[in-house]
């Protein structure tokens, strides 16, 4: 199989091995792969989207040192083992700069993107980044048995008829051969929280058009009553930095650069608040879902 803009050898044979793995029809080529994101952390000391629109690319993590998940990205670490696993080795040598950026496939078409775990606002990739990107189910944490290709997706089902917690049910798509912003983004995705504020003034400096999805909100009285999804300990924290008793991702942003809080602790308080706060639109990912694995 040839894959269209690939260059590099080893993205080549990466792309190979998991085509190797993967079984079922090909992926509809209207949907789209997003990367999801928190536009108003640091990067290298510099806000997120300063620092993209100084590179002109999307990095990885091996590259950034940063990640809105685990922070394993180097020799040795569990990214580097689960990507030696799922790629056949192809990487294993590979400078930081060649390896792939992760995603999700937004099967189900959400206005918050494919993986909101991982941040409020998303990149949506063009048509032409599914056809260099490999997927699996679950989670490449997960060591899953389970890959795909855009022409050869049997996840889709997988997925669907999964009931896995709704911030962990979604499809982790790698893309290969590097993400430029211009060449490869739809739109920089932001949440309606960030209006008016240097977020939106620094994504209005990208090469990519800017759009905007309805928000995420939760009330603090909201909030108390889904003490038991992550916490109460995180519960109480998302109580305190709440502002006119409400929360919202500029909110959580603002305290995170504060440097008072862990992020771990405020990673928490986000994962409650996109579990229970989501805009209509937002897709079963974030909503309450039936034994059947199906939104009520």
């Excluded at 928190?38 to 690319?57: F, N, Q, S």
């Excluded at 060649?98 to 937004?106: I, K, M, Q, S, T």
């Excluded at 905007?212 to 108390?224: K, Q």
């Amino acid at each position: 199989m040839d894959f269209e803009g690939v260059r590099s050898l080893r993205a080549r044979a990466a792309l190979r091995h998991v085509t190797g793995l993967s079984t079922g029809p090909a992926v509809d080529p209207g949907l789209r792969i997003t990367l999801n994101l928190h536009p108003d952390r640091l990067c290298g000391g510099l806000p997120v989207l300063r620092a993209l629109a100084r590179d002109g690319v999307y990095h990885s993590q091996f590259v950034t040192g940063t990640s809105n998940g685990g922070l394993t990205a180097h020799p040795g670490g569990d990214r580097w083992r689960w990507e030696s696993r799922i790629f056949g080795g192809a990487y294993d040598d590979a400078p930081a700069t060649e390896r792939p950026v992760y995603g999700a496939l937004d099967f189900r078409r959400q206005v918050v993107g494919a993986a909101p775990r991982f941040g409020s606002s998303h990149f949506r990739l063009t048509a032409a980044a599914l056809t260099r990107a490999t997927f699996c189910y679950p989670d490449s944490a997960a060591e899953p048995a389970d890959f795909g290709t855009a022409a050869a997706m049997a996840l889709v089902t997988a997925a669907e008829a999964d009931e896995r917690d709704a911030l962990d049910d979604y499809i982790e798509a790698q893309v290969h051969g590097g993400v430029d912003l211009a060449r490869d983004v739809e739109a920089l995705v932001l949440d309606a929280s960030y209006r008016g504020t240097p977020v939106e003034a620094d994504a209005r400096s990208l090469p990519c058009p800017l759009e905007w999805h309805p928000g995420y909100r939760i009330a603090v009285a909201e909030l108390r009553r889904h003490a038991d999804y992550r916490g109460q300990e995180y519960t109480d924290l998302g109580t305190r930095i709440a502002e006119d008793g409400r929360l919202d991702p500029r909110i959580i942003g603002e305290a995170a650069r504060t440097g008072r809080y862990a992020a771990q602790d405020l990673k928490m308080v986000w994962h409650t608040l996109a579990r229970h706060g989501a805009p209509e639109g937002a897709g079963t990912a974030c909503v309450p879902r039936t034994s059947a694995g199906h939104a009520p």
